[in-house]
């Protein structure tokens, strides 16, 4: 709306007037000077308990059934260049995994204890840490993927530390699929680490971290391995009271031999 010259005027003489005024009482201008910090502060409030609200707010997650989670599998493993592929041969592995972490009881149709975690047998170049890398978001508990050997080098340079960040649950990013922030850990290539040594202290170490993890209720079903060993090797490396434990948490599941080295 534009003033014409009448109103104009009459609005100069009112802004003349207030400024006489606050000249004449100074105190009017710092109680402006109030009101306007109280404003301030009260938006700053709004905003506040606008925040709080949205991070306290009900989010409600929906159930992932097995068969999208096996397409968001296909979908993330193209997304994040893991070069994965589905064949006749590994198929049979991929829909286990989309069922074991979709909690769908039709798992157990693989011999799968959802209540466990997953041990992934396999030759070399088959497949296996990549296949993990594609499930390790999932509906049901988020994991990160750590070498065996970075487990090994980390006791060498940080000692018993080590050994305890690896047996305890991470935190991370919200999960998309829940919300959960907590994570658990998949082992991978368990075997291909060397016995380490920390001020002279040699140390199996991987052994040391599957017993501690065995002792976290917090973990239980949250651990995975990849490895190339069998059974017996794993008793022949890390012992017989590690074999048996390791009965006890995971669930076993093979890639074909036929599979080959999918690097070649």
Known sequence: MTLDQGDRAIFLKVK?????????????TAMDEVRKEVRKEKAALINRQNYAAYCFRDIHYPKVTAEEYFRWIQQNARACGFPLRITEANKDIIKALALYFSKDYRAEGYGLDLEKGLIIFGGIGCGKTYTMKAVRTNPSAAFLLVPCSDISDAYTQDGVEALEKYATPAKGRPNPFNGDTQYGWCYDDLGTEETSSNYGN???????????????PDLKGRIHITTNLDPDQIEAIYGPRVRSRMREMFNQLAFPDEIGDLRK
């Open 16 to 28: 003349a007037k207030q400024k006489d005024l606050f000249q004449n009482f100074p105190y009017l």
């Open 202 to 216: 040699r140390r199996n170490v991987m052994a040391e971290v599957i017993q501690k993890a065995y002792n976290r």
